[in-house]
Nanobody, 125 residues
């Protein structure tokens, strides 16, 4: 069973920053679409950022573009979504998700076979 280890998150005031991390095992780390989704209470889960590990291309939802950035440390097989200029509307449970190696890379939830347990991010005004 594939386990996506997640860490980071927490509480911060508006305008602050937080960094999440996700450690997908091989061969997922090298060849899959890795995405981050968030779900606020009473709302549907939405994709906010993704990276296709084969070529490193990233994509961000309009709601986070310019504020979220994915970086990677290949020596640790770790991905870091850096979240800056946080807003109260960013408050949600954030999930790391991964597709199968060589698959497509979109925000379609069916693309993602493996999901982390989620990390809470709370932004106060």
């Amino acid at each position: 069973q594939v386990h996506l280890a997640e860490s980071g998150g927490g509480s911060v005031q508006a305008g602050g920053s937080l960094r999440l991390s996700c450690i997908p095992p091989e061969p997922i780390y090298s060849g899959s679409c890795i995405g981050w989704f968030r779900q606020a209470p009473g709302k549907e889960r939405e994709g906010v950022a993704r990276i296709y590990m084969i070529h490193g291309f990233t994509y961000y939802a309009d709601s986070v573009k310019g504020r979220f950035t994915i970086s990677q440390d290949n020596s640790k097989n770790t991905l870091y979504p850096q979240m800056d200029s946080l807003k109260p509307e960013d408050t949600a449970m954030y999930y790391c998700a991964a597709g199968s190696p060589g698959g497509v890379c979109t925000f379609d939830r069916d693309v993602y076979e493996y999901w982390g347990r989620g990390i809470q991010v709370t932004v106060s005004s």
